[in-house]
């Protein structure tokens, strides 16, 4: 494709507000670091129309919807992001896919695997493709985290220990948890470590101001209120195909706090706070470090830049340009969802779970 | 209340990198904090606008056609003066050199409309006070755009000192630094280190005196050694140079000593502070790990706070909190600098009411 992307976004809501519509200026058309635009603004859509009218003006678009098959249907474009409830985000993605258009959907991309298999059946079927937005696998720590673990010194992957952690979370009817929060780690897991064999979960609630002893996954999800928000934490420990080991702490008890670690073999990588690298890679007296140059006034320091929001934009419109599938796409979606299935199953039933055993 | 019709002048890089991206949370367009997690948006009110953008100019059309198409801008001027005949906007945002900013500043003051300028408002004492001149006269704001001031690290660093245990300030200390410099286009006291001229009175107040020594180790390649000291009695020293990194980590550095108390910024982010008993030692730094608008680096590092407080300012009918007399204060301190290196030795800055 010679011209410039034609762009639809569907969802105005204050995620999609105030991290991937400001992304698009910096990684497909208005930044200055930019060499040249790749896509142009095309149409918006949200169902509310203050949302979708407020979005069109501030972020640029030509024109705005409250329908996203209207949208479809009068607008010319190449692809479509759509930036959603995981509830949601089935049903849009499959209609632009039927309408022969690719798309990034937001993270999880969805809550089930039903639905991720009817997005990979759709894109089958239109021969487009789904890129789903994990955008930390774009974001600068984790790729300088990459860069050190791919020097030759470094040896192979053998352990990974993460924790990724939020406050008191929604109740389980809006968001669950390990699906819309933690599948940043799970996916993150599974960027570090390549593809996983098994989990082995335990699990402890404080749910509802429960002063006794925790609850289990089982008191959890055998109580028929949904409407108690989630603190809880999950300790996963992973058995990877290429043979290493792996611990992730993910809960809903303390506030936003991530860290990442990676052995090698006489070696390790460290990210904490999704920010500051710090490496040795063999004998090496000195560490490798690196943390974003904060006095930066410019976009490269802007934290959708450093946390991959830009990157993720950029690659989907790049990809839809250049007609190939992006990397995460909808397998990578299914392959989180299972594991966090397989995380709940061994939660419930106490003993590992092999990802085979998911389908 | 309406919005405030705010036109902007300039589209060069700094202010498409930095302060067109600052309009949306500046002007009350954007959703603050974390996600609501919430079902649906269905019935949350909008925060009214406090201000939106109706016009800007650039004498490059191209450019500022491109930069009116992204940010939706409906009119657009080569000519300053005809998009304020046209416009009449109650504001404008003018970002262009600082050799143009004071006539363009002073015209648009002529025809009646409250102007914010980037710093350094001007490269003469001079041009700022015909510019203070003609604010008086037309009875309008000149802000400047010293958006240090407005920075998260440097506002807590503030507020921490202002703590009756820290005790008086008395001894500022900062390092500020850069790569090789283009002093061919801009002048490195006026363009880069007026940060560090105008942070020491925002933290400790007007300065009495300075000495200056210098010295230059190529084209663009010199560091200035400066030793204030305040109407207060407190002291200070000053480390800025032109030897370093551009704009790398370690080359912005602040502490402030009280009696007993001290507080540190580091790297323009991360603040420490003691206080006498050394009970709990203070920590902030922004928690950017969340992904929001308020955690943006437009937002920690003033953008945002600077061109917020202009609009606030002009709809609230106060002065803005950074002014063109703090402009003129920076612009005397850099010609006491000079006069303090020409003439080997302390200048007050009472004998500095001119350029000569």
Known sequence: MSRLARIGFVGCGNHATQNIYPALRLGVNGSPALKEPIGEL???????????????????????????LEMLEKEDLDCVIAVMRPKDQPGVAIDCLNAGLPVLVEKPPTTNLEDAYAIKEACDRSGKSVM??????????????????????????????????????????????????????LDLTRFFMGEVRSVYASYASVQGDNAGSPLTYADVVNNPDKTIPQEEAWLLNFQFESGAVGMVQTNSLERVQERVLVTGRGSWVEVTDWRKVTGYVGTTEWPQTWEPHDQLPNDPLDFRTVHGYTGEVREFVLAAREGRTPVPNIEDGIAHLKIELAAKRSALENRPVLISEIS | MEPLRVAFIGCGEHARMSLYPSLRSAFGGAPGGLPALTLSHEGTEQPPLAARLVALCDHKRDLAERVASFHHVDRVYTDHREMIEQERPDAVIVCIHPKRQAQTAIDCLNMGV???????????????????????????????????????????????????????????????????????????LNGFATHHLDLPRFFMGDIESVHAERVERGFGQAAYAILLRFASGAIGTVNTNSLED????????????????????????????????????????????????????????????????????VREGRAPAATIEDGIAALRLERAIERSLAEHRTVQLEEVTSDA
């Open chain 2, 114 to 188: 409250h102007v914010w300028v980037e710093k350094p408002p001007a490269e003469s004492i001079a041009d700022a006070m015909a510019m203070a001149e003609a604010a008086a006269a037309a009875g309008k704001s000149l802000a400047v755009g010293y958006m240090k001031r407005f920075s998260q690290p440097y506002q807590v660093a503030r507020q921490f000192m202002n703590q009756p245990d820290f005790g008086v300030p008395s001894v500022w200390e900062s390092r500020y630094t850069y790569g090789q410099y283009p002093v061919d286009v801009y002048r490195f």
């Open chain 1, 132 to 185: 789903v937005a994990f955008m930390k696998r774009f974001s600068e720590p984790y790729l300088k985290a990459k860069e050190i673990m791919a020097q030759p010194g470094f040896g192979p992957a053998v352990a990974f220990e993460a924790r990724y952690n939020f406050g008191r979370y929604a109740s389980p009817d809006t968001y669950d948890f390990l699906n819309a929060f933690s599948c940043h780690i």
């Open chain 1, 42 to 68: 095309v149409a918006c859509c949200d169902m509310q129309e203050d949302l979708a009218k407020r979005n069109a003006r501030v972020f640029g678009f030509e024109r705005y919807y409250t329908n996203h």
């Open chain 2, 246 to 313: 551009p704009h790398s980590n370690w080359s912005e550095r602040v502490s402030i000593t009280g009696v007993g108390g001290r507080v540190f910024v580091e790297n323009w982010r991360r603040v420490i502070g003691l206080l006498p008993d050394d009970t709990s030692r203070f920590y902030w730094e922004p928690e950017d790990i969340r992904p929001s608008d308020d955690q943006n680096s437009l937002e920690i590092h003033g953008f945002v706070g600077e061109l917020r407080d202009f609009v606030e300012s």
